[in-house]
């Protein structure tokens, strides 16, 4: 059986829904944050979980060097947003502080780059090994093969085929901290248009190809919250002319994802960079070995990582209908996420300790096997998430509600 990696961008809408909650929760926490102002006594404090997080990023560099490269661009993030905050500390030590932490992450990036360039008989693709990947192991289970007539699909798009993808994202949350209903956080809708380019195919099917953030914006909403609206536009701001080059197998999986931000960019645009990428590894439908027709079923179970937090999915896709390049399927989706910390959510002066998260969600995909990305799907979901959060030296129970729709489309 292929042990791989899932989703189209029709598939990839829980994904995507997963990065872009994660950016909503960032935003909300900040939030809470202007509510309740840390003191600045606590700026010592916060320095020293800066330093814990570079301390865990130096004990993962004998390891995976992705996993040392996302903790110390966590740590990047955390004291950019330490110094926004507490400005005049100690200057010298946060220059130090950043120095070494772009070299860290510029030589980790070297590593990789070389490791893709080169991969050793140490680390061999097979068909029923699961795929590494910054979140996790992935596996892909076949239920049902569906009725005949059956056939095995696989992308063979050509080389200097184009398309433009564009993403829409609606959300609407609740918020109640401790025993107190806050009123609902209203959002305005968000859009991020991308261009990708098929440069190469390779005799067995690998595909690679160029991508490129054209436009990102935040529509207009008298309703929505000011506050909110602002930092998200300040964020997906981020995006624009972040490029990448990418390899995919044409059974849908990414094999490797390399992104090029401009010249200067700051430690969120790397962060949102980071996010897109870790979305890129699971953008593709993940196509079986076998040959399957009308009804066809298949379960992906992985671990996903997003923004510290890990979360335990399970997606199971249903074929409605193949014929010749063209593949239409809806899909369900379960989340969970058991007890943990959340490591700088967004707010140097802000912890969480997660209690628990549930996500399920449905969603449906049109594909053509002729091109490297779906031609259209949307997606809905709901999730819902208990935690702990320290503000201003107080600690509050929060539980928020979350539910996002998404709406894909490539020309």
Known sequence: MNQSRNESPKMQSPVHQKRFSALIFILILALLAAANPVRADEADDQYLDILSLIEAADALTN???????????????????FQQTYPKWN???IAFRDRYLGEKTDALKEKIKLAAAHPTDA???????????PSGAEQIKLLDAG????????LHPKVGAKQTLNILLKMGMDIKMAEM????????????T????VKDVSPDGDITYDMLTTGTSVADDPEATPMVAA?????????KGVSGTGRMSNHGLTKTMEMKLQPGASPQARQMADNMKESMYGSSMLLPDEAVG????????????????TIDETATYELVSAENDRVTAKSTTVQHAANQKIPNPAMPGMKADLDKMDGSGTGTFLLDLSQLLPRESTADMHSEMSMGMSVGGQKQPMDMKMDVSVHMEAK
């Open 294 to 309: 009308p009804g066809a079923k298949w379960e992906v179970k992985q671990k996903r990582v997003s923004q510290g937090l």
């Open 231 to 239: 930092a998200m536009k300040t964020s997906l701001d981020g995006l």
């Open 123 to 133: 680390q061999p693709e097979t068909k029923t090994a699961a795929a590494a990947s």
């Open 194 to 197: 991308m261009d990708f380019t």
């Open 147 to 154: 009725a005949e007539p059956r056939a095995v699909l696989r």
């Open 63 to 81: 390891g995976p060097p992705a996993a040392a490269l996302a903790k110390y661009r966590e740590a990047q993030t955390a004291l950019y947003n």
């Open 181 to 192: 209903q806050s009123p609902a956080v209203k959002m305005p809708r968000m859009s991020v």
């Open 91 to 93: 200057a010298k030590a």
